[in-house]
């Protein structure tokens, strides 16, 4: 066997010397009180601030989360990115920031799964830990879902990027929006009608917002397969993980019979959404990576169905 090289083996200072070499110096006298109930409390100093602020708190934190689900994976971990805040009156001269990623804390230590109840309970007891009358959190974070070959039936897994707003208002009670970001086929109608053969297509990007209705049940349906569905049954074809040759047969001639604008793409969604009871309004955007250029093509529709006017 080959004998081990050694290195020269040069003497360093010691860890401590070279911290001090860099610059490390030693602890200065100590005045002020470091027990937590004899410092200075900036933050709930209370006088005129001038102005009161409609969000303070913290954003960018990442989290594990469960998230569950009607597609397979039933259940899985993703990485959360929070955002928390409430408003503050100009009496006020700060939040108590520690308190929303100790919140954070406890519930991860009892499993904290991404749904629409535990997130509004969250929200609520956020604004009582705060004392204040509100508070909201976002909640961004990829989901995953088998997806198998259309001839085939061999599985992969997609994802989508998957948003949830909790806002909790003493007064107004809960306002909760749900997003759904989805890649699909599109193929061009045009290109398909001008040539004697062929069609540009691309990957297109489906991006649903919806208000769901305060008596959005859960338990009954689970939103994210709802959006996904509306994205991918209009579009010109699925996107999948795995294709084989009379998969990829399959998908090809499926985007030929089912040519699709951005613009048809975002009214078909919408009428899908229209249609969806716990849908109260949404916003559709579709970007499609275009082939035949550099820029995308975009096209977006935004809807009320409580003022259900323009049908
Ligand atoms: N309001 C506010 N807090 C900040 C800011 N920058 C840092 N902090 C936070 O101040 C926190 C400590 O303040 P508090 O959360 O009120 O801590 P505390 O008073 O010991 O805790 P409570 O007893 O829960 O009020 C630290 O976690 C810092 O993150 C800032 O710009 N604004």
Redesign the pocket.
Known sequence: MDKIKTFPKKQLPNKAQRHKLFGSVEPGPKTKPSE?SK?A?L??TRKDFLFDLDA?G?ANVKHPISVKSNLIPATQTSIGTFQFSSSIEKAS???????F??QLTLYHETGFTADIKTLKEFTKELADRLKQKDAKLTVSFPWFFERRGPQSGLAGMNHADASITVSYDQLKGYNVTASLSALITTLCPCSKEISEYSAHNQRGNVSMEIKLTDDFDEEKADWKESLLEAAESNASARIHPVLKRPDEKMVTEQAYENPRFVEDMVRLVAADLYEMPFAEKFKVTCRNEESIHMHDAIASVTYDKTNDNTL
């Open positions: 937590k410092m409390d933050q709930n303070v913290i001269k700060g939040t108590n920031m520690s308190r990623t100790e």
